[in-house]
């Protein structure tokens, strides 16, 4: 789908081939417009979490409250961020599907941009009265917004697993590196989120302590128990670095033939996924991340 507004006379400034991190503002306009050309669902649900994003840093030297160790505007702020990264991602992604997989994708934004709502409203409802959102089971209405947020965790990667499938069936536009980068990508994000699951089995993210212990300035991750958020964390941005890195092998060698591609960005998957199993047994063994 990008390739036809990539075609078009409103586009042709914008080379796909140059990557926005390294181009100018500019090159970032173009890239938002294209975004929002291709997928406009989830280009408005990440101007949402942006502009949520900016209220909590608003909010974050006005109140002293602490949750967990932290303030309590830092973890909204994190996943307003976080959310801003994944549907901006899956948005411009999903937008290289050919045309016949389109009318699915329309659906996944759809179901994910709302899931992903509902889980952001829900951060700053109980950031809003200073008391934690996830494993919060202290009272019925905690529970419920809890469960709330697990049950639209649950649609979005279902819907994953739709789209997942989709970039399996349809060939996606792009180089083998590129493609399989992409798929390699949602596989092992899906296997991140999986790790939140075992958080929620253990009705926590710490192992071999409480909750909100010392943790890494602004992430909170345990520096004195094992914490699965890094995993977690690595795991879920496997939906970036993959693609990227597949775009990269393509980019930098251009007489790689698409066999030796491949191989490449099955090579660079396979190490990463070791550093998101390493970070899980590290963490399962109670071994923090770093000390201090």
């Excluded at 809890?146 to 639209?152: H, V, Y």
Aim: include cysteine; charged fraction near 10%; charge should be positive.
């Amino acid at each position: 789908m990008k390739t036809l507004l990539f075609a078009s006379g409103s586009s042709a400034s914008f080379s796909p081939r140059r990557p926005v991190l390294l181009g100018s503002g500019q090159d970032l306009r173009e890239w938002l417009i294209i975004l929002h050309r291709c997928n406009p669902v989830l280009s408005w649900a990440g101007w949402l979490s942006a502009g949520l994003a900016l209220v909590a840093l608003a909010l974050v030297p006005f109140d002293e409250r602490v949750v967990t160790g932290l303030n309590a505007w830092f973890k909204p702020l994190k996943f307003a961020l976080s959310n801003l990264i994944y549907l901006w991602t899956l948005g411009w992604l999903l937008a290289d599907l050919p045309a016949p997989a389109q009318r699915s994708v329309r659906f996944i934004s759809w179901g994910i941009a709302l899931s992903m709502t509902v889980e952001i409203a829900a951060i700053f409802l109980q950031a809003a009265r200073g008391t934690t959102s996830h494993f919060n089971n202290s009272s019925v209405f905690d529970a419920l917004v809890f469960a709330a947020m697990g049950l639209f965790i649950a649609i979005n990667t279902l819907l994953l697993v739709w789209a997942l499938y989709l970039m399996l069936r349809h060939r996606p536009f792009g180089s083998a590196g590129y493609v399989w980068g992409m798929r390699l990508g949602l596989l092992l994000f899906l296997l991140g989120s999986a790790i939140g699951g075992a958080m929620i089995s253990q009705n926590g993210h710490t192992v071999g302590a409480p909750d909100g212990g010392a943790g890494l300035p602004v992430l909170g991750w345990s520096t004195r128990a094992g914490d699965l958020r890094a995993a977690h964390f690595l795991g879920l941005h496997a939906l970036q670095a993959l693609p990227l890195a597949g775009w990269l092998l393509a980019r930098t060698m251009p007489n790689w033939r698409s066999g030796a591609q491949t191989t490449g960005i099955f090579a660079f998957a396979a190490l990463y996924a070791s550093g998101v199993a390493l970070l899980y047994w590290r963490a399962l063994s109670g071994l923090p991340l770093l000390s201090q």
